[in-house]
């Protein structure tokens, strides 16, 4: 059993051809810069959308715990006492409420991501199992990827890393493709953005890029990573395994889940934060690709 937020089909990144990816909820992360909020914990949540809100009261009525009430036409919803039953999500027709996240067995994710198999043997592609952290779940993930490599059907999964080696091994020889996140290479400092050490996340890099083939994923996140400095770093990490590692991809930091905090009641931190220009992204492109490798902006 394994929580999904959501399954995301007719990706065609992430992973060769047409994908499915399915999102795992939880990660042992807190990365200040994450776009996807929903997906940090171990549980479903409620997310509220106040702007789609129409004041019909219908989620005051079903609430047995008293979140929601209705004061002179405005809608007061009190987190604090939500037990994240969802039941409100069922009555609320506009949509102005949903649950992110629900219990899902392996066989329920295999008969989701079996309706698309037609694209995947026409395309080359498959399934891609991210987060959250998908190795939160090791042995869901690994009867899931087993039964599609089993069919000839690509499997990848995108990771921070920072799991016990023992649940890479659970799921190692059943993968084609791993896309591994490396955030920041100063230990001080990930502790500081993310919330825990690199150490293993590193040392877990150097044994999975041995035996599964690994593409190295970098979020550029202004004033925290992107110096030349840094990315110099990056490039001579990575060359230790260059003789199995051959891409990288770079990923300029975005805005786009600042929505998402808000429908949770959560703040984020890095609210004066720019997105990286379109040539610091060539330059930091073009400084990794003298080590060697083929660099994607983008996933």
Not at 57 to 75: D, I, L, P, V
Not at 235 to 248: H, Q
């Amino acid at each position: 059993m394994a929580i999904v937020f959501d399954i995301q089909k007719f990706s065609v990144n992430d992973g060769p051809g047409i994908r499915t990816i399915v999102f795992l909820k939880g990660c042992p992360l807190h990365c200040q810069w994450c776009a996807n909020p929903e997906s940090n914990a171990f549980k479903p949540e409620l997310m509220i959308y106040p702007h789609k809100c129409i004041g019909c009261g219908k989620c005051a009525e079903t609430c047995e715990s008293g979140c929601f009430e209705m004061q002179g036409g405005n809608h007061i919803y009190n987190r604090s006492d939500c037990i994240n039953c969802g039941k409100c999500t069922e009555k609320c027709y506009a949509e102005a409420r949903r649950m992110s996240g629900k219990e899902m067995t392996a066989k329920e994710i295999i008969e989701e991501v079996d309706k698309d198999e037609l694209f995947y043997e026409n395309s080359g592609g498959g399934i891609t199992f991210s987060g959250g952290e998908p190795l939160c779940y090791p042995d869901l993930v690994a009867e899931v990827l087993s039964y599609y490599k089993n069919k000839g059907i690509s499997t990848a999964i995108e990771t921070c890393g920072y799991v016990p080696w023992e649940d890479f091994e659970k799921v190692s020889s059943h993968l084609n493709l791993v896309m591994f996140d490396i955030k920041i290479l100063d230990d001080e400092k990930h502790r500081k953005y993310t919330g825990v050490s690199n150490k293993e996340i590193h040392v877990n890099f150097m044994k999975i890029s041995q035996l599964v083939t690994t593409v190295v994923r970098i979020p550029i996140i202004p004033t925290i990573n992107d110096s030349e400095q840094d990315i110099k770093a990056f490039g001579e990490f990575v060359s230790r395994v260059r003789n199995k590692v051959k891409k990288i991809h770079i990923l300029p930091y975005h805005k786009l889940g600042l929505n998402k905090y808000q429908a949770l009641g959560r703040e984020y931190s890095l609210q004066n934060l720019k997105m990286p220009s379109d040539d610091h992204m060539e330059e930091i492109k073009e400084q990794l690709e003298s080590y060697g490798f083929y660099v994607c902006i983008g996933g």
